[in-house]
């Protein structure tokens, strides 16, 4: 009898993996569970067998059945839950349209140029954004009585360096990585640091407190001026189209030594002026020169025998003249109805 309830369990169990309808599981309760079903047969027999194994049958006849009873349940709750939620599926109304996400204007710029100065053979280097007062400052050539250093514009940090200094400041450019990448790489050298930047500045519709700079080097024998101004023209020719001029105005740099403003034909005028451009027909878009031989001397490169030059672009406001945004505000507020036009 022991053997012949197992038996029946077993088969009830693998039949009930089966069903996935309520029909197929009625004829299944009908077949092992009803009243004549085949467990109810099994206990009809009960009264043939002696006391004690009556007994010990009946006890384990309870059990299955008990068993059973709760494993059928437990099915028949799955499917009509399952047969309840398909009841209100209707195949003719349209699903709900997943949103995704774009990528933000400045890594969209961040990533063409990256790009394109990779077909120049110029290598991409990030930098740390928590920087010395060494390598931010005195390794580009700005003493420490230097205005650039003064507490309105730079965010120093409460932190004390490796030689136990508070001397640690958020970086203010992304130049603190011209020299970090001299010594690692030596030279002959092309890289460009693109990076988030800080200044302890006001904001407004045209200054932000934090925003993203993209850092140049050509560091190599004999290179020159002229060398210089053929990359940052392919540059402007890449950004605002092949008939983009580009000139140099002198300008101090502490770290570069000749120093030059650049300048490119405005891209909304051509040249002919107008309100972007401030009715001058061109935009000023970065920094360059040559590098200073002190900054040269720092990264470990001798100025006798080699020579480089390096330029800076602000990102922010070059994406800013490339969709035309009026606000440099709008890149950090995290407002979707800004990002997603991108």
Not at 10 to 32: C, G, M, T, V
Request: aromatic share 10%.
């Amino acid at each position: 009898m022991k053997n012949k309830l197992e038996k029946l369990r077993d088969d009830f169990l693998e039949s009930l993996q089966k069903i996935n309808d309520l029909p197929a599981l009625r004829e299944l309760e009908l077949k092992y569970l009803s009243r004549k079903g085949e467990l109810n047969g099994l206990l009809g027999e009960l009264k043939d067998l002696s006391l004690e194994m009556r007994r010990e049958a009946g006890e384990l006849a309870n059990v299955i059945k008990q068993e059973l009873q709760e494993r059928f349940n437990e099915v028949k709750t799955e499917i009509e839950k399952k047969e309840e939620s398909a009841a209100y599926l209707d195949p003719t109304v349209p699903g709900e349209k997943i949103t995704t996400g774009s990528l933000h204007p400045l890594t969209l710029l961040r990533r063409e140029l990256e790009e394109f100065f990779a077909t120049l053979g110029f290598m991409v280097m990030d930098g740390p954004e928590l920087e010395s007062e060494f390598y931010n400052f005195e390794a580009l050539n700005v003493p420490p009585h230097h205005p650039a250093r003064d507490m309105q514009d730079t965010f120093y940090v409460d932190l004390k360096n490796k030689q136990g200094e508070y001397d640690l400041t958020m970086r203010t450019q992304t130049s603190n990585t011209q020299v970090r990448a001299m010594r690692k790489y030596g030279v002959p050298l092309k890289v460009i640091m693109p990076g988030r930047v800080f200044r302890s500045e006001a904001t407004d519709a045209r200054h932000e407190h934090t925003f993203y700079q993209l850092e140049g080097v050509m560091v190599g024998k004999n290179i020159n001026f002229a060398q210089m101004k053929s990359v940052l023209e392919a540059v402007g020719k890449k950004l605002y189209g092949p008939e983009t001029k580009f000139r140099m105005r002198p300008k101090f740099y502490p770290f570069v030594e000749p120093g030059s403003n650049g300048e490119y034909t405005c891209f909304l005028c051509q040249g002919k002026g107008c309100h972007v451009c401030k009715y001058s027909g061109w935009l000023e878009i970065l920094g360059c020169g040559l590098i200073h031989p002190d900054v040269l001397r720092a990264g470990g490169v001798d100025p006798e025998q080699y020579s480089g030059f390096a330029f800076g672009f602000g990102l922010n406001r070059l994406a800013m003249l490339k969709y035309g945004i009026n606000d440099i505000r709008l890149f950090n507020a995290g407002d979707l109805r800004f990002l997603q036009q991108f």
